[in-house]
Nanobody, 114 residues
Framework: QVHLVESGGGSVQPGGSLRLSCAAS????????MAWYRQAPGKQRELVAT???????NYHNSVKGRFTISFTHAKNTGYLRMNSLKPEDTAVYYC????????WGQGTQVTVSS
């Protein structure tokens, strides 16, 4: 199994940037895919971005061109670089890793407000 810890969340003005990190420990060599989800108050959790072991990435339409997902195997850490942030990006962001099942982090709050 794997343990995931997110960091890097915070408050930022519209148009600003943040980089979220997801540090993985445990059976990291078995990670096949990594993903970032978010959940805004009163809304369902939604998939933001995914990256597979071959480096293929996919994004929710609302973040294409603004967010970039990556995973550094040497550091066992995943990242979500978020640029041009909008108020509607405000949510708790969760990272998830797929081994034999999906494992989740505890989440980090991102607030975009003027």
């Amino acid at each position: 199994q794997v343990h995931l810890v997110e960091s890097g969340g915070g408050s930022v003005q519209p148009g600003g940037s943040l980089r979220l990190s997801c540090a993985a420990s445990g059976s990291t060599f078995n990670i096949r895919d990594m993903a970032w989800y978010r959940q805004a108050p009163g809304k369902q959790r939604e998939l933001v971005a995914t990256i597979s072991s071959d480096g293929t990435s996919n994004y929710h339409n609302s973040v294409k061109g603004r967010f970039t997902i990556s995973f550094t195997h040497a550091k066992n850490t995943g990242y979500l670089r978020m640029n041009s942030l909008k108020p509607e990006d405000t949510a708790v962001y969760y990272c998830a890793a797929n081994l034999d099942m999906w494992y989740w982090g505890q989440g980090t709050q991102v607030t975009v407000s003027s």
